[in-house]
């Protein structure tokens, strides 16, 4: 089968399309043949091994990915179950959590995966698991946001941002959006009562919008400080990651100050991995999905890359101004 694969950390000029065997599968496994597949900010950090305390966690490598197929995100049709797999059979289209998705064929676990809302291409099916799952996690399961609360979503024209929107404008919250000046209008169109270009106005100022109840952070461009003044006494912040290549500790050393400084304040300081595979729960991806169904959430698709050019789709998304999600189209 096709797939994009890399034999070092780096770049992603280290991404090449190759000839490989598809993964074998056990009883317990599904192989998906994959349609599409999302790129991630995860998917750039896993590609270049970074930040270098990252390569100490199972599954990244120390010296070498152990991972050499790019892609967590996918959309495909199963191709075939494993004897002890229950609730999925060969033709059924789904959606999830599938490592090594760019690839014509995916290996992955029946808890990974949902079925693909009938309303939605296999390319913006593809855009959801993760952003969608981890939005989820910020707005609704970590920050408890409710009807009412004012809500900042810092990044909010990213993959991420544009399923926080949605969420907390779904759940009743007065959402303020920050992005560039060309995604004001479709995180308007997203819900957000309010929109902050932030290429003209600082959002950490309290000054002129006022506090918020939940401070959603989406980039990590912001000292700890700065955030923290924007919130509300009894505040929540969730960080979620964050930074820019070439470090050693980089998002990991914000998040642990993040949860150092919450020991000593009354505000609510708190952290959220991306959902990767160890991450997610199979209640995330149905509950997301439920909302897709529901018409309350739509995923935003930036551009697609054909698998030959995957590499070229990282570049934009680690350039961090990817509007909604870029999208590899497989087969």
């Known amino acids: 089968m096709k797939a994009i694969v890399q034999e070092r950390f780096g770049p992603p000029d280290v991404l090449r399309l190759a000839d490989i065997d598809p993964p074998r599968t056990g009883p317990g496994d599904v192989l998906v043949r994959v349609h599409a597949a999302a790129l991630n900010p995860y998917d750039w950090h896993m590609m270049r091994g ?7 966690t199972p599954g990244v490598g120390l010296t070498r990915p152990k991972s050499p197929v790019l892609g967590i995100d996918a959309a495909g049709v199963v191709e ?36 693909k809302p009938a309303g939605l291409t296999f390319e913006q099916a593809a855009a959801v698991p993760m952003a969608a799952v981890t939005a989820l996690r910020g707005i609704r399961t970590v920050g408890r946001a409710r009807a009412g609360w004012r809500v900042l ?31 004001l209008e479709l995180v308007r169109s997203l819900g957000a009562a309010q929109v902050i270009d932030y290429t003209r106005e600082d959002f950490t100022d309290p000054g002129s919008r006022g506090r918020y109840d939940l401070v959603l952070d989406n980039v990590g461009n912001q000292p700890l400080g700065r ?59 149905v509950a997301v999905t439920a909302l897709i169904e529901a018409g309350t959430l739509a995923p935003v698709v930036d551009r ?9 789709g990282v570049r934009h998304v680690e350039q961090g101004h990817a509007r909604g999600k870029a999208v590899v189209v497989v087969q």
């Open 153 to 183: 979503v810092n990044g909010a024209g990213g993959g991420v941002g544009t399923f926080a929107v949605q969420i907390g404008a779904a759940l009743g919250a007065e959402v303020t959006g920050v992005c560039s000046t060309r995604n």
């Open 304 to 312: 697609t890359y054909t698998l030959a050019d995957a590499a070229e």
């Open 50 to 56: 970074d930040p270098f305390a990252a390569r100490l």
């Open 227 to 285: 955030l923290r003044r924007v919130l509300t006494p009894a505040g929540t912040l969730v960080a979620n990651g964050g930074g820019s290549p070439g470090h050693v500790f980089g998002a990991i050393g914000a998040m642990l100050r993040v949860l150092v400084v919450n020991a000593f304040v009354r505000q609510q300081l708190r952290v959220i991995l991306p959902a990767a595979p160890a991450g997610p729960t199979h209640e995330d991806l």
């Open 80 to 115: 075939a179950v494993g004897v002890d797999v229950r609730g999925l059979r060969p033709g059924d289209e789904v959606q999830g959590f599938c490592p090594g998705s760019c690839a014509e064929y995916a290996r992955t676990t029946p808890d990974l995966l949902v079925p």
